[in-house]
């Protein structure tokens, strides 16, 4: 490995990287200290570069949020509403076919589906949910609902989280988003998270999934009250999963977004916090093929940016993306195909459009 190191306590974490071994907590702690971001930079490029080469991937996809009513009150979220609240919904099958067909196009590939933790409907509300998109839209692909989404479903309906699955399969789900997983260490989730999954009922929900056949995403909700620590301890949970399962796709960290859009820049993550975060995604997780630098939160430039930094992936056009937005993401909601192109290809990158799954649709 050619990196030239500026700062020589990255040594030992370069030698390791070179003979493919695992970095620890550790290691981690040393790269979030350095004052040597470019060598973090360096070394994240070169394994992005020996698993990916100069490929980097996107999706033609459509979020949809069939819901925002929720029982829960997670203190980062602007989106969620309760019962009767103004500005609460919930889609019927007529709202939800329209929200679709005025935003459809023929390239779409996957319906990107999370919402409210909504106990006022049954379960087969989200059964329903993906019956009527798979018969009105067999060509896409269905992620839908997070591992907090499915303990939640097991709840309402007394269904174990298997048997849940079991039935979101048979209605056609193809794959679980990476949502809902915020920090994975209970002091944060007692604090920012305390009625939804455990850490351990989120990674069983995914697990339980793997088990099942499905490939699924994972998330890392950074920048509020965790360590870094936390963060590397995340990481190592969802890499002790994909040890015994090799069911992760994806990883995904995610720039918390201030609550208000008039919060003010002080309560944002900083580009360098963002890009460290996804070069030490890529060094820590050796057992994933993906980290994704999410356009959303980050904004288009950075991302950009993060495509040296260890990304494979900027994720897709989402042609409107609200959970982020409600709390203040400065973004556009949607990209089009030729936006993305032109960002990948501004970094010197190889554009290359994907199904969910990771299978080439076409290079550009």
Known sequence: ??????DNNLQEIKEKIANGERLTIE???????????????????HVNTEKNGDNVYFIQNMYINPTNVCEASCSFCGFKRKP?????YTMDEEDLLKYVSDRWNDNIREFHIVGGHNNEVPFDYYLDTIRILKKHYPQCTVKAYTGAE???????????MKEVLEELIKAGLDTLPGGGAEILTERYRAKMSPEKASTDQWLEAHEIAHGLGLKT?????????????????HMDRVRQ???KTNGYMVFIPLAMQPKSIN??????TTA?????????????????????????NIGPQLTQMALTFGSSDIHGTLIEERISHSVGALTSQGLTREELIYMIKGANKTPVERDTFYNVIKKY
């Open 1 to 6: 490995m050619s990196t030239l190191l500026l």
């Open 27 to 45: 290691d981690g702690l040393k790269l979030y200290d350095t004052p040597d971001l470019l060598s973090v930079a360096q070394l994240a490029n």
């Open 84 to 88: 009767g609240e103004e500005g609460a």
């Open 150 to 160: 499915i303990e939640f479903f097991s709840r309402i309906s007394g269904l174990s």
């Open 217 to 233: 995403h994972a998330t890392m909700l950074y920048g509020s009250i965790e360590s870094k620590e936390e963060r590397l301890i």
């Open 241 to 243: 999963l994909q040890d």
């Open 263 to 268: 919060a003010g820049l002080k309560r944002r």
């Open 272 to 296: 360098y916090d963002d890009l460290r975060t996804i070069a030490i995604s890529r060094l820590m997780l050796d057992n994933f093929d993906h980290i994704k630098a999410y356009w959303i």
